[in-house]
């Protein structure tokens, strides 16, 4: 692509400024080649090229820089951050009868592209040194993006309700096959204009959906309003571990990793955490929730987590008259009774699990409940979403049960195990805002880099 501009100048003088665009990665370095041209009969006391690239800063370079007397015309490569921005080059000469000469223009960067601008002031001398690497002085943060090969453009349209900063946005990331790493180590997400990296959660196999990415908006995007300052980079063999702090990403997150629990719990029995996951034992009471109020997850949300339970015939434990085998969701705010309100994912039989609500209101007054579904020993997806009048439960991806019913009170998360001879296994749990409607989310299509 070309584009041709006049612009006048100061002493008679025109300038004729051709900015070319070198499709691909034409060179290693996100660059700029400019060109100053002039006739051989200018006599030059100075010559100062001024390099604006907006936010990232702004510096002044006297040509050529080895102290010489500056001559035209000449070459000067500027070297860039690895980011794509506009920048302003303005060139001034100061001839020795005192008069000057400006041009100017603003020109866009290209990552991992040679930018050529031609200021055509004559013809005729010799190439100045290259002498500029302004990525030395400003850097991406907190990583450059020069080494992945391909980008997708991210675009966030919020719902009525607006989406607020922090809100966790679900990507569909669908086969990177041959294109990112298989651990995808190198699938990453940044922010513009600031080229911020975001953090990310990965989803590679989840039950009854496609692959897809998790991260948090920098800022709110207003109701309506749409965010498109967001990309997924990747095809970066040596990348190193991408960030991926859940509590970045998640209104409430854990992970289990480490040896001990997060003081975002409490505690009943003797739960153990230990390669990833957390450990609610056979014939104990072991159980962990949340103080309601300060847990992040507010009344309209969703609730997810991977669990399993290691011997789904187990018997129950007999307490007061009733049996209890083990539950997962929302229960009433900090206590390890059990007794209702209860939003969950809950065994009511050997070999069973069933959706069940019981909240105490007009509609849910006794119990709303579910099919029984059939209970296995791997690790399975339950997940619970409130919104403003229902509650939908998902096992492995699939739509279980509707309960329509307000939600307006916020309840504690809970683990609970009394199965007398099944441990109740977590690898995982995450909580969101449920958007009233969550913002859509497009993926853009493949834009390659570099080769």
Sequence with gaps: MSNFEEIAINNGWRALLVVLAVAGCSAPRTSLLVHLDAPSTLTLQSLTLTVDVGSLGSHDYLLPANGHTPTLPGTVVVILPDVEKDVLLTADARLTDGSQLTAATVVRSHELTQVEVTLELGSGGVDLAPISDLASDMTCAPAPRCQYAYRRHVTIVAGNGGAPAGFTVRVPIGTLTGKARTDLADLRVFYDPTAVERDRILDETPPGQDAALFFSLAEAVPAGATAGDYWLYYGDSLAGPAPADGDKVFAFYDDFSGSQLQS??????????????????????????????????????????????????????????????????????????????????ISRGMDTVVAEEKTGSATCTNTCSGMNVAQTKAFRRYRIERDAVSTRFYLDGTLSYTASDLNNQDYSVMFRNFAVSSDLVVDWVRGRVLGQPDPTVTVGAEELLHN
């Design 264 to 345: 975002k719990w409490l505690v009943n029995g003797g739960p153990t955490v230990a390669n990833g996951n957390v450990t609610l034992h056979q014939n104990t009471q072991d159980g962990l929730t949340t103080p309601a109020a300060t847990d992040g997850l507010p009344i309209l949300s969703t609730l997810e987590a991977s669990i399993m339970v290691t011997n789904p015939a187990s018997a129950p434990q007999t307490v007061s008259t009733q049996s209890f085998w083990y539950w997962f969701g929302y229960q009433q705010a900090g206590s390890f009774n059990p007794v209702d309100p209860w939003i969950v994912w």
